[in-house]
């Protein structure tokens, strides 16, 4: 099968935050694209107390080898000291789309 693909969801308060950091990880070949998602709406646990947050989502199309280097840029980046990025395993997908991710990353 090959290079293994994920999707990486990563999300932020700032829409056009995260726009633009979207933007820089595919300029620089981190993730093939990224699919932005506004108004998702975050309930979660943080520091002693349950928020319940607007944020936006992205949810980026790369390999597996890239997820180190944009957890480092998410670290050296983003306004959370403890960003939400997570990798998910991609089971399959089109052999063109594939492909293409293969040939738009790295």
Request: glycine letters at 6%; hydrophobic letters at 45%.
């Amino acid at each position: 099968m090959g290079e293994q693909l994920v999707d990486v969801t990563i999300t932020a308060d700032d829409a056009d935050w995260l726009a633009g950091f979207t933007r820089r990880l595919v300029e620089d070949k981190l993730a093939a694209c990224g699919n932005l998602i506004p108004g998702v709406r975050s309930v979660y646990h943080w520091e002693g107390a349950i928020h319940d947050d607007r944020q936006s989502l992205v949810i980026l199309h790369t390999r597996a080898a890239l997820v180190p280097a944009i957890i480092e840029r998410a670290d050296a980046d983003h306004p959370d000291t403890t960003p939400q990025v997570l990798a998910v395993p991609v089971l399959d997908a089109h052999p063109g789309y594939r492909q293409w991710v293969i040939d738009s990353t790295g």
